[in-house]
């Protein structure tokens, strides 16, 4: 299956994209705001957090029989 190759006259085609800058080791646990690797990674840390902490309270209420 060929691709399609954007037209010359496309205004998207000639955009600049963005550079991406990796982010080293020492960098990835550093609290940074925005849309950052960094912010990402602790987002993440936290769902993480919050699911763990939610299915253990429920497991706790079931066993206990209140749920």
């Not at 399609?4 to 960098?27: H, T």
């Amino acid at each position: 299956m060929a691709t399609a190759q954007p037209s010359s006259d496309d205004p998207l085609a000639s955009a600049a994209l963005p550079e991406i800058v990796e982010a080293g080791p020492d960098e990835l646990n550093q609290w940074k705001r925005g849309f950052t690797p960094q912010a990402e990674i602790w987002n993440g840390r936290m769902a993480m957090v919050g699911l763990s902490v939610g299915l253990t309270v429920l497991v706790i209420a079931r066993l206990s029989g209140h749920v």
